[in-house]
């Protein structure tokens, strides 16, 4: 099981998510179609293989409605699923579990798409020595969720926001007058906790990187033999992270280049959910 | 172009994505690498064919941070998109369109993603006379978002949340004692702007829906061979809507058998992004 | 007992309220004259006849000062009081109580005043056929609270907001070019579990937009031979909704027209307060 | 024109309300009815006489759905209105003027509700020196926009939540050991800019409190002749506060007693909205 | 022990505080170096002598990432601290105990430092009749929190805000015309239970303030000798208030000219840090 | 001028801070003493020498009152303040700055006390080749202020919270049975983009620390002899910070041990207040 987020976080998002699905008027179909009181037992399963994330979520958005529902989680996140496994069984309030229940599959589905895929990535490069990394591209307001479901995949989390690494990219250089200026520049500007991380798009660019020592140089577009070439000249001296369209197909090939580390966007930008259903008892 | 959302409810989502990538640092390598004051002229394009959303998102995250950028909107929401097209162009603060550029990409591209997606099914079933339409299988906190793309790839949206339709399902069905049971409830309950539809997984709880007369009736999970029937049976008094498993596959072959809405949870929750990228003049 | 909102809902208001009654100092009274942890058993009950809402807020009021008070419900949103009827009782931390009286009480005061003012119209009606349904002209802020106190009246509501029905009302059938060419166009835009109503101000109007078979049409000011042609020209083919300065006095001579509805903008902006207080035992 | 809150206190609260009415989807009939980019210019108007208050909160809900609606405003919060007084005149967007017009009679109705029935009991009063002011029994949320209206009516402000002054009552007498103690509790408390008040059911707990000297006391439903006899026995030294039932008709004789304010909280609880429209020109 | 503000006012204050420490990627130190699930026992202490004021907000921190964590608190809000002195035993998940710790921390010193410098002030005064206050010269955001402490180390709260009580200024004195109009314009326009005070730089403003009667006066910059005066001139008929400048050295000279309340903006605005520490058991 | 955090992260900071000092009434003392509409021209400026901080904060606080208000910024953050010296001109509504004032001050003082603390460290161990920098002993709720201000004084930032670094401190040195067990697991747990730092309080802790090569070693309370003898057996491979107790009179003593950085909890802990003050012109 991966080390979560503290509830503190994760909660107003879930109230929110919820907030916004039971609107001004509440569960119309719950109340009208169930007694007051009732109660309901359920297993949330999934569908189909994967990697589970989000556990905490639902966790949160059931005891959000029934404070007193009994939920005994099975898999937590980061677990692998066989197809048909199950994830947590619940017995609450009939009423509140099935007005829950969207907002609960909705996050749980989402997360766990994430670390299913992340997770196809990882094993992809398994023994290469290669990290698979995500990026930024996350959803707006879910960065923390989202980073988290790709730590329960098994890779690692590129810089948070715009504020806890430097990453020189194109529009920087042209504005500092190349990637050895801004280099400088940002060695000059910011703290010692600081990573800095230069992107160049050819190995001519590479040495002028190279030359300025940053903590990790990103290789944009690279072919695997530029790849490979990389990788020989920076002699271990900085961490090589390869970047831009890596799929599945290619991944492994990459790896094999003996580049440190590959972010795919994909991770997050793109990852289909993982279909996770409620089922009464 | 397709009618937006105010601005009034846009706003706090784009502030508070920037928010969450400026983080408490603001953007260390904008600061760093680029002066104060530069200027910058660039321009969103779509790197592929797909159907824009978004606009007014990135238009608000760039004015967020430079009040007085100036953006010209090329293809508004709504608008088709040949690989390569040009979206907007804007002058701006080199420092605050290059601090934004990424929320206003993550709402652009995810939104234009499922605008694409959803036009590609609308297209599918064109002159059959079968609506597309979305679910709630949304992400958290952007289905007002999300629900709008839709409407720009051309589809109609299902219910909004759990308070605006009702929608009885498996569970509603089992505590209320039949589909029977439960649409009566349902209709002695609810105010008459509301609108009751009932989900049925065979043929003969088809009959016992039809025999209380809701104004939808979801066949859930259908043969083709069953939908036919099925739509036989409802005569026109009922507005049919397929549901389950539907894909770009098997879509068309589905409007055929004369159902009125097609409902594609894939729409909202497995949209791949449009690469939309910037690029500097 | 009228199916309340989820507390997540009503909590953040419930909260916010008594934030903005403590302020920045907190309740100087009490703690100047009470010794900490001093215990207090009262009782809320009203002071006339009517019916209850709201008391879920009052629990939640009591709690957020108090997680350890104990209150007893005795009288459930929708109940009906006599006069000095008892509605709770409660035993709690002497200052947490004072503190929290004046909030719980102002929730308590105006959603009962609002269910008791529902329920007169309701029982005015009674036996006629007709439904009373509110408006939206509710206390900004207050709509979800202000809709379910109308609910624990006895009568149904209208649309929650802008989004979850259609209401065409004169300055859309001008614009659109008449009470057809409005309808037409909301048929061609909304979704399948959206209603359509239309306003019309005259028997003529009635006709046009009979025409096009809207879901409900409101009879907008009509007199009572009016709305009785109205109801004969309708033949039961559409939900008739009568509108415009309905009162106690005249409400039941409206519903004995036969029209299905009538909407009454008093139940939530112009409702008395019910006079509830603490008495301490 | 009386002195408003500032925009910073009000707008939260408009854009809050005006989110509550567009919900998920916005305002579908103005969508489906109106051009894009129509105009459409408005009046709002009274239908009755009375007073005006919320000017403010009308003018931001128009001006945040569009920025360049021209509004100008002819009668200022706490100017009185003749039946049929034109408020405003405004010339916007037709989508956006609509979808916000709601919002702004909300606030604009129940405001000038309050003001108006408050400028009627301080016309009462007129000539004998007695002000009126209202109570903490506030709508919850709202209480810093209607204790401005009560301002606009011409009325003062009582304490504005549980910090601003001290005001004990009966259950504080109690837990103090006597209305005595409990004021020499307050003095020996607060700081040198908080005023004390103490609520008195007796010409026997007046004297007591008198001897105490605070800085006013609340005479709660003191029969004429009793409020009389208070006024004499103070002697100048204390406010005095009539309090308790207080209506239209008996406030007149209240203030003729000599006491020196009279508080009423149905200025606030149970003013009915002042009908006011937007007629299109 | 002093009473404190109610949970419902500070918890959204902490919760925030941890959010902001805790970012979108939670404790990464704690996570990769302590086992989860690990128990760890510690104690609050206060390596210098002081008044302890925040424990309130310390408790919250933890359980807010830790709701089973058991907590006794050994010195609650307003106890005099010796060097060394045990605040508060805590026993807690490891991880969630170290990533509360820097909040719990940031509270507990910054409000004990107000509360010790409070308390200097206080015992330097002692005996001599002078109340020490506080001014509205506080941390944005924490103005509640910071009163409390200045309560805490023993001092009376000046007011509030803007909005509980008149403080004419210079400035309000030139737009009005002088001290006397300008009271004589704050007693039109408030309500009778906000008290004025009115601000003068010499004895002959006093004489003019005096003939105006506002319930305070504050003397600024006022020398020893022209304080003397100023006591013999009022004769107790109004509140004096000393202030600017006033320092431990100097106010002890100050509160034995006679003045009623001295207020020292130091408090809040450079009160240094109390040094508590968390100390494993 | 030191480069601003953009106003989308500062605004709702002094749209809060505001909101905190109007409370529910607003004003009171400008509303009764300033005309309606009346201007006034003033004055920020320092009455001491110093470093500004916080000019964004003061001209938001005043445009949120006043949005027409002229604001002609003279010293821009991070300028260096001779007494006496003007930091901005205004010139406004008469009650909207008055109003704005106090809150506009208490940013502006705090961040520029700030400031000036961190100049002074900076400037005593200039030639030194140490770097001053700040902690996370920070006012909550104001980090990214804060840590602004200490930018603005001339030193660099520590981590920004829990998420973007790793600091081993002694408890997690325990919990994982030793400091270099604590890197092994650090190193193991983070992306590529994370700085680890390890907390030493001996020579033998920091041979071991050093073993483990991390990024950042931070020496905790080390006599001047020890941090030479560190400088020394580091021989540069990893960054030394000096921490504890580090005051005006001993950085820089420290800082010529030859250690790369010192950090210093003062700068934002125990920072007196700039006295700036807003003089009428």
């Not at 990637?179 to 703290?191: E, L, Q, W």
């Amino acid at each position: 099981m991966t080390a979560g987020l503290p509830d503190v976080v994760v909660e107003p998002l879930v109230r929110a998510a919820l907030a916004e699905d039971l609107g001004r008027g509440g569960d119309l179909t719950s109340i009208a179609c169930i007694d007051a009181g009732a109660r309901l037992s359920a297993r949330f399963s999934s569908r189909r293989a994967g990697v589970v994330a989000g556990v905490g979520c639902m966790r949160l958005a059931i005891l959000a409605l029934d404070p007193q529902a009994h939920i005994e989680i099975l898999k937590g996140d980061g677990a692998r699923l066989a197809a048909g496994a199950a994830i947590a069984e619940v017995e609450a309030d009939a009423r509140a579990l099935l007005s829950a229940e969207r907002t609960a599959l909705n996050f749980l589905g989402r997360l766990s798409g994430i670390a299913t895929l992340t997770r196809a990535f990882v094993d992809a490069v398994e023994g290469t020595g290669a990290a698979i990394t995500d990026t930024r591209k996350t959803t707006p307001l879910l960065r923390a969720l989202e980073k988290h479901a790709v730590r329960c995949g098994g890779a690692r989390n590129h810089r948070f926001g715009l504020d806890d690494a430097v990453l020189i990219k194109d529009n920087h250089v042209a504005a500092a007058g190349g990637v050895g200026p801004a280099i400088r520049r940002a060695k000059a500007a910011v703290g010692h906790l600081v990573r800095i991380e230069a992107e160049v798009d050819s190995l001519g660019q590479l040495d002028e990187a190279l030359a300025e020592a940053p903590d990790v140089i990103m290789l944009d577009n690279f072919s695997l033999e530029d790849l490979r070439a990389a990788v020989a000249r920076a002699m271990g001296k900085v961490v090589l992270e390869a970047s831009g369209g890596v799929s599945l197909t290619t991944v492994r090939a990459i790896a094999e280049t003996g580049v440190d580390v590959i972010s795919v966007g994909a991770l997050t930008h793109s990852a289909p959910v993982l279909d996770i259903g409620l089922d009464v008892a």
